[in-house]
């Protein structure tokens, strides 16, 4: 049950709409600040959405939806976006090379074509 200010006890479903929101945040590289103006709240809001420990409104959820260009039926589970899904280790990569020098970051696309072009890694390995 919701406190006063919209906190609720971190439940499976409201872990997963906040692992959701924070995906598709994190897919589209926006902080957390700028979705906060979006929506008019507060950034420790937008936290506590993404963990799962505030409740979203329907009118904050629509608005989400729009912002992340996302239907609202992904962010309640009944709709999977693979592309999202897939797209995690993209998100760990981005982030993983986004502070190095440009001739690093490269080279790191250059191994990535490497890759891309010398076929399946063999069964077992990966």
């Known amino acids: 049950m919701a406190d006063a200010q919209g906190r609720v006890g971190a439940s499976s479903e409201h872990e997963?709409?906040?692992?959701?929101?924070?995906?598709?945040?994190?897919?589209?590289g926006?902080?957390?600040?700028?979705?906060?103006?979006?929506?008019?709240?507060?950034?420790p809001a937008?936290?506590?959405m993404e963990?799962?420990?505030?409740?979203?409104?329907?009118?904050?959820?629509?608005?989400?939806a729009r912002l992340y260009g996302k239907p609202v039926a992904f962010f309640?589970?009944?709709?999977?976006?693979?592309?999202?899904?897939?797209?995690?280790v993209s998100t760990a990569l981005?982030?993983?090379?986004?502070?190095?020098?440009?001739?690093?970051r490269q080279q790191v696309l250059q191994f990535a074509e490497f890759l891309r072009h010398s076929g399946p890694a063999p069964r077992g390995t990966s």
């Open 51 to 64: 963990r799962g420990t505030r409740k979203v409104s329907s009118v904050e959820l629509k608005k989400l």
């Open 94 to 104: 981005f982030r993983a090379t986004r502070q190095l020098s440009d001739s690093d």
């Open 30 to 43: 926006l902080s957390q600040d700028l979705v906060a103006q979006h929506l008019g709240v507060s950034r």
């Open 16 to 28: 997963k709409l906040g692992a959701r929101l924070r995906a598709a945040r994190d897919y589209l």
């Open 46 to 48: 937008i936290s506590a």
């Open 76 to 88: 309640l589970g009944e709709e999977m976006d693979p592309v999202l899904e897939a797209d995690e």
